[in-house]
């Protein structure tokens, strides 16, 4: 997920939340890797040290990394709570899951209609931005956006060759499928 790469140049004072304020990093690149499910390999695929997760010989490097252990706080913490606290400040902020199917984009958003899963940081950060807005003075503005994109294979006109299209459907929209 998204939320790597520092100001050319840029300072690293100690905190996320100071990177974010500061504005020496605009953008920050976290990977989450999920514990395997029954049925699927025994030996993790990926290897991770510190800031890198290793996949066979090549290794990819990103600003944090949570292991398998990492429960939604850590990651809400870490990545969001940050966020959260910018947008206070006015600034803008956007925070993304993005991987391939299976590989725990909706576990760790928390958009699972399961009643048992733990919150994600969506649910976190809509509950956070509310519970601050409740105590400051005044009237406070929330403007919200929930989208998902799709890559979308379809076929040829000949039904043969297919082709990947991208669909963007706006969750927050009325009669959105």
Do not use: W
Not at 13 to 20: D, I, M
Not at 76 to 90: I, N, Q, R, S, T
């Amino acid at each position: 997920f998204c939320f790597a790469m520092p100001d050319e140049g840029a300072a690293y004072p100690v905190s996320a939340r100071q990177r974010v304020r500061d504005g020496s990093v605009r953008v920050r690149v976290a990977a989450r890797v999920r514990p395997l499910l029954p049925g699927e390999a025994s030996e993790p695929v990926a290897q991770v040290a510190g800031t890198v997760i290793s996949v066979g010989q090549t290794g990819f490097a990103f600003d944090h990394v949570f292991g398998e252990e990492a429960g939604q706080e850590a990651v809400y913490k870490e990545c969001v709570e940050p966020l959260v606290d910018a947008a206070f400040e006015g600034i803008n902020a956007t925070f993304l899951a993005y991987g391939q199917t299976g590989s725990g984009k909706t576990h760790t958003m928390g958009t699972s209609a399961s009643d048992g899963a733990a919150r994600g940081a969506l649910h976190r950060a809509v509950a956070d931005v509310f519970a601050r807005a409740q105590k400051q003075d005044g009237q406070t503005t929330v403007n919200v956006s929930f989208m998902e994109i799709f890559t979308l294979q379809k076929a040829g006109r000949d039904g043969q060759n297919a082709r990947n299209s991208e669909e963007v459907r706006d969750l927050l929209a009325l009669g959105t499928p």
